[in-house]
T-cell receptor, first 115, second 114 residues
Framework: EADIYQTPRYLVIGTGKKITLECSQT?????MYWYQQDPGMELHLIHY???????EKGDLSSESTVSRIRTEHFPLTLESARPSHTSQYLC??????????????FGPGTRLTVT | GNSVTQMEGPVTLSEEAFLTINCTYT??????LFWYVQYPGEGLQLLLK?????DKGSNKGFEATYRKETTSFHLEKGSVQVSDSAVYFC?????????????FGPGTSLSVIP
């Protein structure tokens, strides 16, 4: 059973506000990811991390930033929210020890609406 | 580069109908293949996986066989239920290294009606 949590589940916020989406996992996984999911359901990788103090940008350019100070915690921050940031944000982790296939475990997602 | 193509939805079936969702991939070598499912209002869950040619992944009545010759990993279920209504994602991870990214298909929405 995967234990990966995201808060809040739903957030409605005004333009220009700073927001932080929280993601935590209790599985000790080194690798973590943030995906943006558009209304057409397609997933876009926006950030990932190989471990503490490691962060990389994903395939889709994003104005958000991430940090990885602790293994279990991978928050995503938007300094100034805009309506174009309205989307579903999914956090995931994977265990990169041992052998393939290194499947990913997903949190329940945060649905962000910027008005 | 690596890519995944899956059949477009939405797919609507009656309860107890047979389900096939096609998935084909492009990758070098022998990627690991996955099907993930996303129920309404939730994140993705791993449904099944396969790591080498001719492997069959199975779970909850769903099956998919890794076909190297046709570069396919089609999802099948013999008798769908209303509770199977969800979005299904085919995915691959190439090179079997932990540093390789997962490539997701665009997703196929399935609705099962009573």
């Amino acid at each position: 059973e995967a234990d990966i949590y995201q808060t809040p589940r739903y957030l409605v916020i005004g333009t220009g506000k700073k927001i932080t989406l929280e993601c935590s996992q209790t599985m000790g996984h080194d690798k973590m990811y943030w995906y943006q999911q558009d209304p057409g359901m397609e997933l876009h990788l926006i950030h990932y991390s190989y471990g503490v103090n490691s962060t990389e940008k994903g395939d889709l350019s994003s104005e958000s930033t991430v940090s990885r100070i602790r293994t279990e915690h991978f928050p995503l921050t938007l300094e100034s929210a805009r309506p174009s940031h309205t989307s579903q944000y999914l956090c995931a982790s994977s265990d990169v020890r041992g052998q393939a296939p290194y499947e990913q475990y997903f949190g329940p997602g945060t649905r962000l609406t910027v008005t | 580069g690596n890519s995944v193509t899956q059949m477009e939805g939405p797919v609507t079936l009656s309860e107890e109908a047979f389900l096939t969702i096609n998935c084909t991939y492009t990758a070098t070598g022998y990627p690991s293949l996955f099907w993930y499912v996303q129920y309404p209002g939730e994140g993705l869950q791993l449904l099944l996986k396969a790591t080498k040619a001719d492997d069959k992944g199975s779970n909850k009545g769903f099956e998919a066989t890794y076909r190297k010759e046709t570069t396919s990993f089609h999802l099948e279920k013999g008798s769908v239920q209303v509770s199977d209504s969800a979005v299904y994602f085919c995915a691959l991870r190439g090179l079997k290294t932990s540093y390789d990214k997962v490539i997701f298909g665009p997703g196929t929405s399935l609705s099962v009606i009573p």
